[in-house]
C-alpha cells in the first residue's frame, strides 16, 4: 500500500508575518529599546493607530505567500536535509536495538516511541519493518520487565504506521506468540503485561486479523487477562493481587476496542456472557477498573442495540440503580480527583443506558476536528490516544489509517493562503493587547457619556 509522505512542513523564509508585525510595531515614532530572548519595541504612534495598523494587517494576512517562521533568526531550513537527518537517527536508533547495553536499548526504544508517535515514516518503515520487527522480538524474549513494555509500545506504534495492509498483518503474526506468553505469564513483569495487552488489541485490530482467526484468538487471549476479576459462583468478587486492577482494566479496553470489529454473531454471544459479570466488577475496589468496567457495560448496551432495536440489559433496574450510586459517590476515603472522574465518567453512562443519548464529543487538529458521538468511536479514538499519547491529532491529521478509520478521507494539502493565516502566539499576543486598549478606550467613552447624562 503505498504512501506518500505526509506531514512535511514547509520550509520557513524570511519576510514571514511575524516580522512584518514586528517591523509593523518598530515603524512608529519611538526608539527601540533593549533586546533580551527576542526583539521587543515601542512605538510612539498612538494605541487608536497601532490597533488600527495591526487590524489591517490581520485582514489581509490570507494574501500573504509566506509560512511562518518558527525557528530562530529567520533563517531557511532545507526541508530535504532536515530528513535525511531524521532518517539518519533512526537508523542509529534501530541499530542501538541489538546493543549489548539494556540502557542503551531503553534509549533506542524510547526515541522509537517518540518519532513514531510524532511523525508519518511509511516509505521509511515499510523497508525496514523486518529489520525492526526482529529487533523487537529479541527485546520482547530476552529484555527485562521495562524493556518488554517499552518494545510492545514500540510494536503496536509500528502496525499504526504500516496501516492496515499486509505489511501491518506480516507484523502481527510474527510477534503474536510472544505478546501473548508475556501476556498470560503470571511471573513476568505487570507493566510489560499490561503494554503487551495494549499491542495485541491495537495491532489485531488495525491489521487484517478481523477476517480470520486471529481476531477469536485474541479476544480468548485478552479475556482470559481480566476474567479472574470476575466473582466467583457465590457472587463475591476476589481479593486483587498487587498491579492487578491495572492490567485487567488494559486486557479490557484491548478487549473492548475488539469487540467493536466482531460480527454481529460472536458479538450476541460475548453479550450474553460478558454484561452480567461485568455489572458485577462495578463494584471493585479500583476506581480506574470500576471506570473500565462501566464505559465496557456503555459500549456493549449500544452494540446490542445496533443489532437489536429492542435489546435489553437484565436486570436494567439494578444496574441503573448502582450507576447512580457511583455517579453521586461522595466517600471521602476516596480521592478527590478519583471521585470527580468517577462520577462524570457514570453520569454519561447512566444517561446513556437510560436515555440512549450520547454527550458527543469534538476533537479539533489543524482546520479539521472529527466528532465522538458514540461509545464506540470513543473507545476506539482512546484507544489510539493511549499509544500515540499527544502525537494523535497529528496522526489524525496525516496518517492514512486513521483518516480511514475516522471518516475523513485523504489528508488535506493545505495552500499558501490557508498556511499563512496560522499565527504565533506573541502575534496573537500583539493583536489581543491591541483589541483590548480599544476596547477600552471604547468603552471610557461610553462610561464618560452615561456620566454626563445622569
Same mark, same amino acid.
Given at each position: 500500500m503505498p504512501r506518500s509522505k505526509k506531514g512535511k512542513r514547509g520550509s520557513s523564509k524570511p519576510g514571514s508575518l511575524r516580522q512584518e508585525v514586528l517591523q509593523l510595531q518598530l515603524s512608529g515614532k519611538g526608539s527601540l529599546k533593549g533586546v533580551k530572548n527576542g526583539?521587543?519595541?515601542?512605538?510612539?504612534?498612538?494605541?487608536?493607530?497601532?490597533?488600527?495598523?495591526?487590524?489591517? %494587517?490581520?485582514?489581509?494576512?490570507?494574501?500573504?505567500?509566506?509560512?511562518?517562521?518558527?525557528?530562530?533568526?529567520?533563517?531557511?531550513?532545507?526541508?530535504?536535509? *532536515?530528513?535525511e537527518e531524521t532518517e539518519d537517527k533512526l537508523r542509529q536508533c534501530i541499530d542501538n536495538l541489538m546493543d549489548k547495553s539494556a540502557k542503551t536499548r531503553l534509549a533506542a526504544l524510547e526515541s522509537l516511541r517518540q518519532a513514531f508517535s510524532s511523525r508519518v515514516l511509511y516509505d521509511f518503515l515499510t523497508e525496514r519493518r523486518l529489520t525492526v520487527s526482529d529487533s523487537l522480538e529479541r527485546s520482547l524474549k530476552k529484555g527485562g520487565g521495562e524493556e518488554q513494555a517499552a518494545a510492545a509500545t514500540v510494536?503496536?506504534?509500528?502496525?499504526?504506521?504500516?496501516?492496515?495492509?499486509?505489511? *501491518?498483518?506480516?507484523?502481527?503474526?510474527?510477534?503474536?506468540?510472544?505478546?501473548?506468553?508475556?501476556?498470560?505469564?503470571?511471573?513476568?513483569?505487570?507493566?510489560? #503485561?499490561?503494554?503487551?495487552? #495494549?499491542?495485541?488489541?491495537?495491532?489485531?485490530?488495525?491489521?487484517?486479523?478481523?477476517?480470520?482467526?486471529?481476531?477469536?484468538?485474541?479476544?480468548?487471549?485478552?479475556?482470559?487477562?481480566?476474567?479472574?476479576?470476575?466473582?466467583? #459462583?457465590?457472587?463475591?468478587?476476589?481479593?486483587?493481587?498487587?498491579?492487578?486492577?491495572?492490567?485487567?482494566?488494559?486486557?479490557?479496553?484491548?478487549?473492548?476496542?475488539?469487540?467493536?470489529?466482531?460480527? *454481529?454473531?460472536?458479538?450476541?454471544?460475548?453479550?450474553?456472557?460478558?454484561?452480567?459479570?461485568?455489572?458485577?466488577?462495578?463494584?471493585?475496589?479500583?476506581?480506574?477498573?470500576?471506570?473500565?468496567?462501566?464505559?465496557?457495560?456503555?459500549?456493549?448496551?449500544?452494540?446490542?442495540?445496533?443489532?437489536?432495536?429492542?435489546?435489553?440489559?437484565?436486570?436494567?433496574?439494578?444496574?441503573?440503580?448502582?450507576?447512580?450510586?457511583?455517579?453521586?459517590?461522595? =466517600?471521602? %476515603?476516596?480521592?478527590?480527583?478519583?471521585?470527580?472522574?468517577?462520577?462524570?465518567?457514570?453520569?454519561?453512562?447512566? %444517561?446513556?443506558?437510560? =436515555?440512549?443519548?450520547?454527550?458527543?464529543?469534538?476533537?479539533q487538529f489543524g482546520v479539521e476536528s472529527v466528532y465522538i458521538d458514540s461509545w464506540m468511536r470513543r473507545r476506539i479514538y482512546d484507544a489510539f490516544k493511549e499509544i500515540l499519547e499527544s502525537g494523535v491529532r497529528y496522526h489524525l491529521q496525516f496518517n492514512p489509517l486513521l483518516r480511514d478509520i475516522f471518516g475523513l478521507g485523504p489528508p488535506l494539502i493545505l495552500d499558501t493562503a490557508v498556511k499563512s493565516n496560522k499565527i504565533s502566539r506573541f502575534e496573537k499576543h500583539l493583536f489581543n493587547s491591541a483589541a483590548f486598549k480599544a476596547r477600552t478606550k471604547q468603552r471610557n467613552k461610553v462610561r464618560d457619556k452615561r456620566a454626563d447624562v445622569m
Amino acid at each position: 500500500m503505498p504512501r506518500s509522505k505526509k506531514g512535511k512542513r514547509g520550509s520557513s523564509k524570511p519576510g514571514s508575518l511575524r516580522q512584518e508585525v514586528l517591523q509593523l510595531q518598530l515603524s512608529g515614532k519611538g526608539s527601540l529599546k533593549g533586546v533580551k530572548n527576542g526583539v521587543k519595541g515601542e512605538s510612539g504612534a498612538s494605541d487608536d493607530e497601532l490597533t488600527s495598523d495591526i487590524l489591517s %494587517h490581520y485582514s489581509s494576512a490570507s494574501e500573504a505567500n509566506s509560512v511562518l517562521d518558527e525557528g530562530t533568526g529567520g533563517e531557511q531550513v532545507d526541508e530535504q536535509t *532536515a530528513q535525511e537527518e531524521t532518517e539518519d537517527k533512526l537508523r542509529q536508533c534501530i541499530d542501538n536495538l541489538m546493543d549489548k547495553s539494556a540502557k542503551t536499548r531503553l534509549a533506542a526504544l524510547e526515541s522509537l516511541r517518540q518519532a513514531f508517535s510524532s511523525r508519518v515514516l511509511y516509505d521509511f518503515l515499510t523497508e525496514r519493518r523486518l529489520t525492526v520487527s526482529d529487533s523487537l522480538e529479541r527485546s520482547l524474549k530476552k529484555g527485562g520487565g521495562e524493556e518488554q513494555a517499552a518494545a510492545a509500545t514500540v510494536f503496536a506504534l509500528l502496525c499504526i504506521q504500516l496501516g492496515g495492509g499486509d505489511e *501491518a498483518e506480516e507484523g502481527f503474526k510474527m510477534l503474536r506468540p510472544i505478546l501473548t506468553t508475556i501476556l498470560i505469564d503470571n511471573t513476568a513483569s505487570i507493566a510489560a #503485561r499490561q503494554s503487551c495487552a #495494549r499491542a495485541l488489541g491495537m495491532c489485531c485490530y488495525v491489521s487484517s486479523a478481523e477476517d480470520g482467526e486471529d481476531l477469536i484468538k485474541s479476544l480468548a487471549l485478552l479475556e482470559s487477562a481480566f476474567m479472574s476479576s470476575y466473582p466467583n #459462583r457465590e457472587g463475591v468478587l476476589p481479593t486483587p493481587k498487587p498491579g492487578s486492577p491495572g492490567l485487567h482494566s488494559a486486557a479490557l479496553q484491548a478487549w473492548s476496542l475488539l469487540v467493536t470489529i466482531c460480527p *454481529a454473531s460472536k458479538l450476541s454471544v460475548l453479550l450474553d456472557l460478558h454484561l452480567p459479570k461485568l455489572q458485577a466488577c462495578l463494584q471493585s475496589s479500583d476506581v480506574n477498573y470500576r471506570i473500565a468496567v462501566g464505559e465496557t457495560i456503555a459500549l456493549l448496551v449500544e452494540l446490542g442495540r445496533d443489532i437489536n432495536e429492542v435489546f435489553d440489559v437484565e436486570d436494567s433496574e439494578t444496574l441503573c440503580e448502582c450507576l447512580k450510586s457511583l455517579a453521586t459517590d461522595g =466517600n471521602k %476515603h476516596r480521592a478527590k480527583n478519583d471521585r470527580r472522574k468517577q462520577r462524570s465518567i457514570f453520569r454519561e453512562v447512566l %444517561h446513556y443506558i437510560e =436515555n440512549e443519548d450520547f454527550t458527543d464529543e469534538r476533537i479539533q487538529f489543524g482546520v479539521e476536528s472529527v466528532y465522538i458521538d458514540s461509545w464506540m468511536r470513543r473507545r476506539i479514538y482512546d484507544a489510539f490516544k493511549e499509544i500515540l499519547e499527544s502525537g494523535v491529532r497529528y496522526h489524525l491529521q496525516f496518517n492514512p489509517l486513521l483518516r480511514d478509520i475516522f471518516g475523513l478521507g485523504p489528508p488535506l494539502i493545505l495552500d499558501t493562503a490557508v498556511k499563512s493565516n496560522k499565527i504565533s502566539r506573541f502575534e496573537k499576543h500583539l493583536f489581543n493587547s491591541a483589541a483590548f486598549k480599544a476596547r477600552t478606550k471604547q468603552r471610557n467613552k461610553v462610561r464618560d457619556k452615561r456620566a454626563d447624562v445622569m
